[in-house]
């Protein structure tokens, strides 16, 4: 019988993340607690927000009591303090951020050292470039790092980002819009003295606006 809730457990979690919010709340309000455990530690930050969001206060404070990686809720934490239709809801808090001085080739190394395996793939594609204060200078994609020669530095390989930068409390569909005009697959999130505080995917976009259109 262990063994078959168990397997139960693994394959709920295999599928829970497809699942729509309010399909995720229903089967989270009927699980037993040792079966929600490993569902809400498998998900990554900005999707326990947005679905945490839609619960009432109460069934959030069982949930994140259920939860056991304290990184996890202090994230949780950051983001719920963003209102539900904002990027900073939406954001990623773990990300790698690299300076200029780098070479192309300790950055990539830097990268590959630092991933965790529970890093969701995409967010290694983009990277963004700051100074010693954290303000953001530009951005580059893996693709980038990977063609460079090793010891080109990264200021002088980065792109600007002064069109793409979004604050959190930036409405989500005015985030689609610059994720469509400029064909984005990342965008740098900073604060009013535009230090870098997430990153904003595409697919945390399509998510929300799964029918979003790039402009040609």
């Known amino acids: ?117 529970t890093q969701k793939t995409h967010l290694l594609y983009s990277f963004f470039i700051v100074d010693d204060n954290g303000k953001v200078l530009g951005g580059l994609t893996l693709q980038d790092l990977v063609s460079a020669p090793e010891d080109e530095k990264l200021s002088e390989m980065m792109t600007s980002v002064e069109g793409i930068k979004i604050k959190p409390e930036t409405d989500q569909e005015e985030a689609a819009k610059l994720f469509s005009k400029y064909h984005l697959n990342a965008a740098p999130v900073v604060d009013d003295e535009g230090k870098l505080i997430g990153i904003l995917t595409l697919d945390d976009i399509l998510k929300v606006f799964p029918k979003l259109r790039l402009t040609p």
Do not use: W
């Open 1 to 117: 019988a262990q063994h078959d809730r168990s397997v139960h457990s693994a394959r709920v979690g295999f599928d829970f993340e497809i699942l729509d919010i309010e399909d995720q709340r229903f089967l989270l309000a009927k699980l037993s607690d040792e079966n929600v455990t490993p569902l809400l530690d498998n998900m990554h930050s900005p999707d326990l927000a947005k679905l945490f969001h839609r619960m009432s206060p109460r069934m959030v404070k069982k949930m994140t009591s259920l939860i056991k990686r304290q990184e996890a809720l202090s994230h949780i934490d950051l983001l719920m303090q963003y209102p539900e239709h904002t990027a900073g809801s939406l954001m990623h808090l773990e990300f790698i951020k690299l300076t200029p001085k780098l070479t192309a080739r300790q950055a990539l190394a830097l990268a590959q050292a630092i991933t965790r395996p």
